[in-house]
């Protein structure tokens, strides 16, 4: 009698593969690009080959920078108030070119990090 709660040994190790994510790099050699856009996953890595079409990051990347830009605003938002007390126009108008800034530069490193996460844990059909 066979016993099916026996799961395969995880060969894929977690923390490198979120670092190559975060790189945006493949998560299974470390070299292929991850992203052939900004944020359009590409199909296989044109090193290794391993195939990224099961992937799904859906919202995850959007949640985790909202979650990140809305520290580092609030952090400069109060530290700027405390120290330089600047006007209300100079203090929206910098807060909204930081939180642009941090958003379009953590967004798809946190993609190609739920992406390796995906393929490291063999998510979603990850061979």
């Not at 070299?31 to 900004?38: I, Q, T, V």
């Not at 600047?86 to 070119?97: E, G, K, Q």
Request: glycine letters at 6%; one cysteine or more; a neutral charge.
């Amino acid at each position: 009698m066979s016993d099916l709660s026996v799961n395969e040994p995880d060969d894929r190790p977690l923390m490198p593969s979120l670092m190559k994510g975060l790189q945006c790099r493949c998560p299974n050699c470390g070299e292929g690009r991850l992203l052939h856009s900004y944020l359009k996953v590409v199909d296989h890595c044109p090193e290794c080959g391993e195939d990224y079409t099961p992937q799904r990051a859906d919202d995850g990347p959007a949640y985790l920078t909202i979650l990140v830009v809305g520290h580092v605003v609030i952090f400069f938002l109060t530290t700027m108030w405390e120290y330089m007390r600047p006007s209300p126009l100079t203090l929206a108008v910098s807060m909204c070119a930081l939180a642009t800034v941090v958003a379009l530069l953590v967004l798809p490193r946190f993609k190609g990090m739920i992406v390796a996460w995906q393929w490291a844990k063999r998510m979603h059909g990850f061979k």
